[in-house]
């Protein structure tokens, strides 16, 4: 699941990110320089990628990779 999501993640933010590159402490805003916009995007992919829908209240939880990687576990195992 980690390995998908940071698959994902170096796709959206092309620019000097690479999927092996992403760590658990990855920061989604400050490590990808993202806009709201592109946040969004990526949103979109990963509910899209797993099947999910993230309420707009949970997103404020996700500072990095590694908490957007345990929301999806405990949510998908659920």
């Keep these: 699941?980690?390995?998908r999501l940071c698959k994902i993640i170096a796709e959206k933010f092309k620019v000097g990110i690479t999927a092996e590159s992403i760590?658990?402490?990855f920061s989604i805003i400050e490590d990808s320089g993202a806009d709201s916009i592109e946040l969004?995007?990526?949103i979109m992919s990963v509910e899209d990628?797993?099947?999910?829908?993230?309420?707009?209240?949970d997103l404020a939880d996700f500072k990095t990779v590694g908490?957007?990687?345990d929301y999806l576990v405990e949510h998908l195992a659920a």
């Design 49 to 57: 990628e797993f099947g999910i829908e993230i309420p707009d209240s």
């Design 1 to 3: 699941m980690f390995g």
């Design 67 to 69: 908490e957007l990687s």
């Design 23 to 25: 760590t658990r402490d």
């Design 40 to 42: 969004v995007e990526l």
